[in-house]
């Protein structure tokens, strides 16, 4: 029998004309903690974390679930997570936890959505939802590694921390949902700073800047 994915009913970004003043764009900056790499098959997500932002400022408005994967976490996840067994009991499935997540960067009105990795980070979500037989309409998604890339052109992909670093951003709890969101957010910030400076100034501007370096497909 063929069946037809529900979509979740949110408008998680608006369009913008490409001309838009970067200071003038919202967006959802998130990230995902999972029990692997392997999440098309056995790993499942165990967290979603995500934090707003307005023109170039990281706002307080942020969003942090657990996720219960319906299996055990692997001792090494909860050594690097620190996330336990006793964190995703009685936490909500994936299916609610993605809805929940989808409901706070419809409600910020956003422009894109970023991350750092997004590929991964996308990847996830996509494969949850279609257990349980959804989809949603992708946004625009801006990667990180992407405007790295049309900076400082390399093979090398490197560490969140390791960028943060380099570009004096704010660092916040490691492999945390919510701490690895408020790095990249930081970091995004900076990154916007520095293209705007070098004459990228809309967003059809960076939107060009990514599809060329393309280097993670962050943009579907």
Known sequence: ??????????ETYRDQPLNTPLADLRFTVFDTEATGFAVGGHDRLI???????????VTDRTFQTFVDPGRDIP???TELT????????GAPDALEAIDQFH???ADNDNTAWAAHYMAFDMLVLKKE???HKHSFREPLAIDTLDLIGCIAPSWDMRDLQHYALNFGTNIYDRHSALGDALTTA???VELLRYLEARGKTTLGDILDAVRTEGSTKALQ
């Open 1 to 10: 029998m063929f069946w037809k994915k529900r979509q979740l009913p949110y």
């Open 47 to 57: 967290e979603i974390g995500a934090v707003h932002i307005e023109g170039f400022n």
């Open 82 to 89: 620190g996330i336990t067994e006793k964190d995703v009991a």
């Open 186 to 188: 930081h970091l995004f």
């Open 75 to 77: 001792a090494r996840i």
């Open 129 to 131: 939802l279609q257990r």
């Open 103 to 105: 409901a706070f960067a």
